[in-house]
């Protein structure tokens, strides 16, 4: 429902396009490779129980696999804007990867096995074609990021669960054919994340709305798990999850958080996961809370992020459009591929800008006379709830503005307007 149609003419752009991304990956990274091959500066970085990570032969049919897709992905793109989006993070991560290689340059810290068998080919191609150099990030857990998007934005049902489970087997492969360390996989999440926040795809972007007060919190609890650091590696992780967190706020852009198309981005997941996980566990009670919504207006229903089941239960009652206004989390599957589904990504606790604000009622007057719609942030108490009561004074259901709020306030108890 929510895909739009397909533009003619686009076998030749996406063919120069995909030319054009091609030869930057073979360029850039092959020259990184036989120019660190003749340094005498390259050092090594793992950590000794990476030593006992199984070598997995069979895995390299995933790892070659993503060649296909990064082919794939130009053809399913819909649009000549969807195919500028993904040429330009797909080079622009490539040159950044490899002005990385090039000042941080890395080795393979142990030798990699010769398999024998029906593998033996792959490997000796691989082999071949890629040095044990070119480490951090790992480019190729990059571009897998980078080019799930497009995947994940045009494949439904099945299909799509089918792809995403191999995209997993991609980033497992970098480390289960000995190809990348660890540190490596998670400098390629951080540059994945790092180039589709530089270059975000217009039809998410909102205006900016700065938080110095929660950037500070956020930056503070960066610091603190950076310091830890010193002591156990691990609270690196939550360090740089906390750290995007108070970008976002500082600059004030949603976008930084990684979602587009009603999910978060592979690179952007993995990154923020300890924070997703710390939030999602504070927020189950919210999640028990019942009604999960309430209707502020005839056909205009207003609540909290909905689980998969509470979802089927909505669209099964009819035509339905979903105006999401969360920028930390996904929406459940059957909102994009069984509803009119528009996501505005908002950040937590922040007014809106007013223009993104009317973009909300905008979309609430454009379908309500069609669909039921249902407004959701993550609690379903302050940015749906805002736009619950900005919607209630300019159809004119309310008189003016303390009406409205006095209205929401009715229908939702402890809504912060």
Not at 265 to 283: D, F, G, K, N, R
Not at 299 to 307: A, D, E, I, Y
Not at 325 to 340: G, I, Q
Not at 349 to 359: G, I, N
């Amino acid at each position: 429902m929510n895909r739009t149609p397909r533009e003619p003419g686009l076998l030749w752009p996406a063919l120069w396009r995909l030319a054009v991304a091609g030869a930057a990956f073979v360029l850039i990274y092959g020259f990184c490779n036989r120019y660190t091959s003749t340094r005498d500066d390259v050092g090594t970085w793992f950590w000794e129980w990476e030593r006992h990570i199984p070598f997995v032969k069979e895995m390299v049919v995933p790892y070659w696999s993503l060649d296909l897709f990064f082919i794939g992905a130009f053809f399913l793109c819909s649009s000549k804007a969807e195919l500028n989006l993904l040429t330009k993070r797909l080079v622009a991560v490539t040159i950044a990867s490899g002005i990385c290689f090039l000042l941080f340059p890395l080795e393979m810290g142990f030798p990699r096995p010769e398999p024998s068998g029906w593998t033996a080919p792959l490997f000796k191609v691989l082999y071949a074609n890629d040095m044990p150099y070119n480490l951090a990030p790992s480019l190729h857990i990059s571009l897998r990021s980078l080019v799930w998007t497009v995947y994940g934005a045009h494949l439904t049902g099945l299909t799509r669960k089918v792809t995403k489970a191999w995209f997993f087997l991609i980033g497992l492969s970098t480390l289960l054919v000995w190809q990348h360390h660890v540190i490596d996989v998670a400098a390629g999440f951080m540059m994945g994340w790092f180039i589709a926040a530089l270059i975000p795809d217009p039809r998410f972007k909102t205006k900016r709305t700065p938080s110095p007060r929660l950037a500070l919190r956020y930056g503070a609890g960066a610091l603190a798990c950076a310091g830890l650091a010193f002591l156990w590696f691990g609270f690196a992780w939550p360090a740089v999850a906390l750290g995007i967190v108070s970008l976002a706020y500082a600059t004030g852009l949603p976008r930084l958080l990684g979602k587009e198309n009603g999910t978060l981005s592979p690179a952007a997941e993995w990154c923020l996961l300890p924070v997703i996980v710390v939030t999602h566990l504070y927020q189950r009670r919210w999640l028990r809370r019942e009604p999960a919504w309430c209707e502020v207006s005839p056909g205009v229903l207003v609540g909290r992020k909905l689980t998969g089941k509470e979802a089927r239960t909505l669209v099964a009652g009819g035509p339905l459009a979903v105006l999401d206004l969360t920028a930390e989390s996904y929406a459940p599957t059957v909102f994009r591929e069984h509803a009119n589904y528009r996501s505005l990504p908002l950040l937590d606790l922040v007014k809106p800008h007013d223009a993104d604000l009317t973009k909300a009622v905008d979309f609430i007057r454009e379908q309500q006379p069609h669909r039921t719609v249902y407004i959701h942030c993550q609690l379903g108490l302050q940015r749906s709830a805002l736009v619950a009561a900005l919607w209630l004074e300019k159809s004119g259901i309310a008189g003016d503005r303390e009406q409205a709020a006095a209205m929401v306030r009715e229908r939702i108890p402890g809504a912060v307007l």
